[in-house]
């Protein structure tokens, strides 16, 4: 066949072609779908068994601290690493908020709420996180076990908060139980109160006991008592005596130098006479 050096050609496709891209079309969908998977299956799901699992309830009056508290659970063999998070630090004091649980033990984590003024219109946001990972061997700065831990590591739950008011009811029956537990407590007292006869004994027994030991400490003071007056009067006595010694001393001192002062006239008494007879003697001759 003769062709035109301008015109080209083109081949039908064939039908096998046809049905292959439909079927690449087809599984496309799918194919994206099935790439997902396994970055929402890597996560993995927390170990540790919260109770509550979902929320965390607060009962009010918000006027003073409220506490609740959450339960972990550790089913595995293994150490766990547990940390706890929440949306509104400020607002809430958790004890212990961190720390390491042993297999098949259990830690109970509470959480205070600081007192607030309460909006029953106002809906709570605030979150708490549980987030948690398997211990190394060997831990000894838990700071940087969170540090170099992997995302796929992680194992988190998450639990929001939900305030509530006391209803009538239970205002009711807080007053009731407040109202028999002193009647219960005083019955408790009664009854017992008839058969004490071995208690009374040791209750005399134990009384004359503080008796004489009361007695004897008084007597001890007495004692003690005339002992210091004593060293009080020895202390004056001293101090008397010490006293007419510097007097006596003083007055010797006083004496000696009225002596030497009454001797010095009569020194320079006879230097005059002797200078005078010298000069008399001297004109004389």
């Known amino acids: 066949r003769s062709r035109s050096p301008g015109l080209r050609l083109r081949r039908s496709p064939s039908v096998t072609q046809c049905c292959s891209r439909l079927l690449l079309r087809a599984a496309a969908p799918g194919q994206r779908h099935h790439r997902h998977i396994p970055a929402n299956m890597s996560k993995l799901e927390q170990i540790l068994i919260l109770d509550p699992p979902n929320d965390l309830k607060f009962k009010g009056?918000?006027?003073?601290?409220?506490?609740?508290?959450?339960?972990?659970?550790?089913?595995?063999?293994?150490?766990?690493?547990?940390?706890?998070?929440?949306?509104?630090?400020?607002?809430?004091?958790?004890?212990?908020?961190?720390?390491?649980i042993d297999p098949g033990s259990t830690v109970t984590v509470s959480v205070m709420l600081q007192p607030f003024d309460y909006d029953p219109n106002e809906k709570s946001?605030?979150?708490?996180?549980?987030?948690?990972?398997?211990?190394?061997?060997?831990?000894?700065?838990?700071?940087?076990?969170?540090?170099?831990?992997?995302?796929?590591?992680?194992?988190?739950?998450?639990?929001?908060?939900?305030?509530?008011l006391p209803s009538e009811n239970d205002k009711v029956n807080d007053i009731d139980s407040s109202k028999s537990a002193p009647i219960l407590n005083a019955s408790k007292q009664d009854g017992p109160s008839v058969p004490k006869p071995s208690s009374m004994s040791m209750d005399d027994t134990?009384?004359?006991?503080?008796?004489?030991?009361?007695?004897?400490?008084?007597?001890?003071?007495?004692?003690?008592?005339?002992?210091?007056?004593?060293?009080?009067?020895?202390?004056?006595?001293?101090?008397?005596?010490?006293?007419?010694?510097?007097?006596?001393?003083?007055?010797?001192?006083?004496?000696?130098?009225?002596?030497?002062?009454?001797?010095?006239?009569?020194?320079?008494?006879?230097?005059?006479?002797?200078?005078?007879?010298?000069?008399?003697?001297?004109?004389?001759?």
């Not at 008084?218 to 003690?224: A, H, P, V």
């Open 61 to 100: 009056p918000f006027t003073d601290v409220v506490t609740t508290n959450l339960k972990l659970k550790n089913p595995s063999d293994r150490k766990v690493c547990f940390k706890v998070k929440t949306t509104a630090p400020r607002r809430y004091c958790v004890r212990p908020n961190s720390g390491i």
């Open 125 to 164: 946001k605030h979150k708490f996180m549980v987030q948690t990972i398997f211990a190394p061997s060997n831990v000894s700065d838990m700071e940087l076990v969170w540090k170099d831990a992997k995302p796929d590591d992680l194992m988190d739950s998450k639990l929001r908060c939900i305030f509530e």
């Open 206 to 285: 134990e009384m004359r006991k503080l008796m004489e030991e009361c007695k004897r400490l008084q007597s001890e003071m007495m004692k003690l008592a005339d002992e210091n007056r004593q060293l009080k009067d020895d202390g004056l006595r001293m101090r008397k005596v010490a006293r007419s010694d510097n007097i006596v001393s003083n007055t010797g001192g006083l004496m000696g130098r009225d002596n030497g002062s009454n001797s010095l006239p009569s020194l320079l008494v006879v230097i005059a006479a002797i200078f005078i007879g010298f000069f008399l003697g001297k004109f004389i001759l």
